[in-house]
T-cell receptor
């Protein structure tokens, strides 16, 4: 089954404790992206990747890191999480030049 | 950078009537305008998109119009049905080497009343 998976789906952590949210797709998509969703603010793009080893900043990259060492995986790293990073996070992927993005199920992160 | 404003934030229509959601954007370099639908507790799904070289696109009951001069685009849903109830997001951005750099609007909660 073609899909985008994210892990964990739910996470409660404390300020400053490094964490990684994984994203994996099995559709051989070149393009992958991370978004955060907050009430009243819609979706905001954090980082995106055009292919392996090629990443770029979206609208709200501060406090986040990404890497794209393999085509199928695009992990989101929070080196020192803060409460303002409490949010619902979505990973998405698409074929390059085919613009329908397939979203993962979301990861709800709470930073206390 | 790009800024996208979406209106209204909530919209309630009678089943069978039409619904219109409007978005404005600020960056004239934007060339790609998708619309996503998100049902409660679900992930966003693309319902229609338009490129800047096209003024209008239609897919069954859904249509999108783009006015590049005025920097606004709209989603039109005709003959609304209860399953159209959801939050709709517009977005504007650039296609860069086949990748999408997007800024989303704040969302419109559409409720279809039976």
């Amino acid at each position: 089954e073609a899909q985008v998976t994210q892990n964990p789906r739910y996470l409660i952590t404390v300020t400053g404790k490094k964490l990684t949210v994984t994203c994996s797709q099995n559709m051989n998509h070149e393009y992958m992206s991370w978004y955060r969703q907050d009430p009243g603010l819609g979706l905001r793009q954090i980082y995106y990747s055009m292919n392996v080893e090629v990443t770029d900043k979206g609208d709200v990259p501060e406090g986040y890191k990404v890497s794209r060492k393999e085509k199928r995986n695009f992990p989101l790293i929070l080196e020192s999480p803060s409460p303002n990073q409490t949010s619902l996070y979505f990973c998405a992927s698409s074929l390059r030049y085919h613009y329908e993005q397939y979203f993962g199920p979301g990861t709800r992160l709470t930073v206390t | 950078g790009e800024n996208v404003e979406q209106h209204p934030s909530t919209l309630s229509v009678q089943e069978g009537d039409s619904a219109v959601i409007k978005c404005t954007y600020s960056d004239s370099a934007s060339n790609y305008f998708p619309w996503y639908k998100q049902e409660l507790g679900k992930r966003p799904q693309l319902i229609i998109d338009i490129r800047s070289n096209v003024g209008e696109k239609k897919d069954q009951r859904i249509a999108v119009t783009l006015n590049k001069t005025a920097k606004h685009f709209s989603l039109h849903i005709t003959e609304t049905q209860p399953e159209d109830s959801a939050v709709y997001f517009c977005a504007a951005g650039e296609i860069i080497q086949g990748a999408q750099k997007l800024v989303f609007g704040q969302g419109t909660r559409l409720t279809i009343n039976p």
